[in-house]
Structure formats: C-alpha cells, structure tokens
C-alpha cells in the first residue's frame, strides 16, 4: 500500500482524496493541458492488446463509449498464445489474426497512432504524429519489448533456413518450416536471462517438436536439446516434478544455465554461456534452433516517470494503481506484478483493475485484490496439456478436481479450441475474466 505526498495532491488535480487506505481517488483533474492538447478523454487506454482491447470494453460500460479512446497503431490483433501450436503445424497463423478494427469495442476512438511520451504530470500523452491527447485516467497495457537483437547475429539470422521464433508473427511460420524440413542433428531450444511472457511456450516447442519427429519417424536421428538460462525446468516445483518425468520418458536434454549470446545462422551454431561461469561458452551445431529472444520494459514506459528502476510500470499489485499517479493504472506484460506475464494474468487482472476504477470514481476503498493468479497451459504434446495455475507465492491455485500436473487430453482441447474463442468472444469484449479465466470456466458450467 501507498499512500501520496502533499505534493501529488496540489498543482496537478483540482480534487482528489488521500485516503488512508493508501489507495487514492481522483476526480476533476487540472484543466490547463486539456485547453492545450489536441483532444480530450476521460479514459485514454494505451495499447490495444489483450489488456487493452478488455480494459476499453468494460471502461466503455463505465464511462460511456465517447468518453473513452484506446491508442494503437496496429491494424491487426493477434491471439498470442496459439502461435505454440502455430509454430508446431496444428495451427495456422491466420487463425491468430483479427483486424483490430472487428475487436474495437464499437463507439470507442480508436486512435492509430504510436505511444510516443506519456507525461503524467500534465495528465497528457504524444502520439508519433504529433498529437497531444489530455486525459482524466490513464490505462497503460502497451506490453514488452522483444529484443533479437541483443543476441548477436539477430534478428538477420531469420533470413536463413532451420531458425524460428514462437514469439513473433514474422518468425513463428518459420519454426515450422524448420520442423518440416529436420532430417538428423540437433533440434535446440532457448530461454533468455531476462523476464519473458508466456514463460512455459519455450519448452513447450521441444516437447511438441519431439513429438513431431517421433509421428515422422525422425526421432532417433534427432537429439532434442534444451538451452535454459534458469536454473531450473519451470518455476513452480509441484509442475516441474512432473516435467522433468516427461523429460526423462522421452530422453530430451536439460542443460540448465545456458543462455544464447550468439547465432552463426550461414554455419548452423548457435552460441551458448555458462551463466554460472561467465566467459565460458559452448557452440552447439544445429539442425533446428527456436529462439526465445531476451526481453525488457515497454521503451515508453522505461523513459517516462511511471517506470520503476527496472523500466517496469510501477503499480500496486493488489489495486493495480499506479504508486505515484493515483489516476494512472496498468494490466498485463508491460507493469512490474510480480507473476508470471500470460494472457490468463490479464484476464484475471481486468475483473480487478474494473473494480478498481470503479470504486475510485465512487470515491470509495477498492475491495477485490487481485492474488497474483496466472496460468501456463503446458503443452507437452499434440494431445496432453499439463495446466499450471499459481499466484503471487508460486503456490498452485488450480480450477479443477484432478490433479493438473498431470497430461491431460482435455486440458489440451481447451487450450487449443476453446480458449481461442473465448478470447475473442469473451476476454476482448470485457465479459470475461477474474477470478481466472480456467475457474470462470468451472462458473460458465464448462467443466
């Protein structure tokens, strides 16, 4: 909890509260920048992701659509977390792909335009073309930064065969293509030093890798290798107990502390350091190499005042309200929660961050806490999902009455056919969400 200075509660509103809870409402902001700026909004959501897209539709319920706009440059929306399944062939990418124009919740400015300054003193935001847009609240869910090229030979490696990437559209085809075309070597997967999204989605390509080879009757000319900077399979020891059984049943090769400096795309080698020994590195030769690039705040944020030391957006992570600026708030890949950043953290966090605005318009103590909750639908083959369900303390936080560390055939029919649609029909319209998105399912009756 926080609570502001007298600083915050002169200049720049002309009412809000300090109350003693630390959580701060905020009405009738300054007027002077919105006489100057280009246009004016109650609520400016920045970013049309999955964060953003859901945070306009329940702010358009509750400010009206004309007082809301969202600002996003992008004329396509894409569902993530299938582009695993992409990658491995049992998805196309244009089954990720909406205009973002058929998600825009209708009434709502959609401003195309990129996030160039925030500037929460004033209460204003620039776009790249030289618009001044003034708000009353701010929502920012501009997701991470990829970084390719922070590995050396990146990202002009791509140009060549047997390399892809999950994580990007321009790349995640040709994980598949690399897949097709395996005929013996080494089929390498990566984990950066860095915070990522989706932190289960590059182990789960080696397991659906190995299981493709195996279908193809390439297997036994294949060693399937895992390259992780972490120092162990995944985080949450109750679903690593049981990977690492899968891991030994299908003889797939954990090297942990291993993190990908370089990639020698024209002689196939990709270049590894021993984290635990720095300067020491080995050079894998590679038939198929998938990389998880390194990853870091959103740039915007990371030079504005919102960002923590890190570059992080600064939030509280029970109200998701800023620390510093009371009418500024955040969801998803691009704050500094610390949970694991997947499209079921966002899901549960809109409920949240709703209920949080709406009791600060109401001048009222926020009374829903987001736990932290997230969840990694790990794919360990073309048919089996282990569903790991945690929050804030890495303890299990699960939906259903089985043990989810376990392979299960359904788990990997909802990951692959049902949560797509209700991403689309459910999440983007804000009708979906909290207190997860897998125990909301349990409520809808779809058990």
Not at 88 to 104: D, I
Not at 214 to 242: C, H, M, Q, W
Not at 314 to 339: E, S
């Amino acid at each position: 909890n926080f609570l502001f200075s007298s600083f915050f509660c002169s200049s720049k509103f002309m009412r809000f509260q300090c109350q003693s809870t630390g959580i701060t409402a905020v009405s009738h902001l300054h007027t002077s920048s919105r006489a100057s700026a280009d246009m004016h909004y109650k609520m400016l959501v920045l970013g049309g992701g999955s964060g953003g897209i859901s945070m306009s539709a329940r702010m358009k319920r509750l400010f009206g659509a004309e007082n809301v706009a969202v600002v996003e440059p992008s004329e396509t929306h894409y569902y993530q977390p299938i582009w695993t399944l992409v990658g491995a062939g049992a998805k196309t990418s244009a089954s990720s792909a909406r205009h973002t124009a058929s998600v825009m919740p209708a009434g709502v400015k959609w401003v195309k335009s990129k996030v160039q300054e925030i500037n929460p003193e004033n209460n204003t935001i620039r776009t790249d073309d030289g618009k001044e847009i003034s708000y009353e609240y701010l929502i920012i869910a501009l997701g991470l930064q990829l970084h390719f090229e922070k590995i050396k030979g990146l990202p002009e490696g791509f140009e060549h065969p047997k390399i892809g990437s999950n994580y990007s559209i321009q790349t995640v085809e040709k994980t598949w293509k690399a897949l097709k075309d395996f005929k013996a070597g080494n089929a390498v997967f990566t984990f950066p030093n860095t915070p990522v999204k989706c932190a289960g989605a590059p182990q789960k390509i080696m397991y659906l890798s190995d299981a493709y080879l195996r279908k193809t009757g390439k297997r036994n000319e294949a060693r399937v290798i895992y390259n992780t900077s972490l120092p162990v399979l995944f985080g949450i020891k109750k679903y690593a107990d049981s990977l690492w059984d899968i891991v030994k049943q299908r003889d797939l090769q954990i090297n942990l502390r291993q993190n990908l400096i370089e990639v020698r795309a024209d002689k196939q080698e990709a270049v590894f350091e021993n984290l635990d020994k720095p300067g020491e590195t080995t050079v894998f030769e590679y038939e198929m190499l998938h990389v998880t690039p390194p990853m870091g705040p959103n740039l915007i944020v990371k030079s504005s005042p919102l960002g923590d030391e890190a570059g992080w957006l600064d939030l509280d992570k029970d109200y998701l309200q800023h620390k510093k600026y009371p009418n500024v708030f955040g969801i998803g890949d691009c704050t500094n929660l610390p949970t694991a950043k997947t499209g079921a953290a966002v899901a549960a966090q809109s409920a949240v961050l709703s209920r949080t605005i709406s009791m600060i318009l109401k001048n009222q103590k926020p009374d829903k806490i987001y736990d932290g909750y997230t969840s990694c639908p790990l794919v360990t083959s073309y048919k089996s999902v282990i569903l790991a369900e945690f929050d804030y303390n890495g303890q299990p936080l699960e939906t259903f009455p089985i043990n989810q560390a376990k392979e299960s055939r359904i788990m990997y029919h909802m990951k692959a056919d049902v949560m797509p649609h209700l991403y689309w029909h459910g999440l983007l319209r804000g009708l979906w969400g909290g207190p997860g998105p897998y125990r909301k399912l349990m409520h809808l009756g779809m058990k």
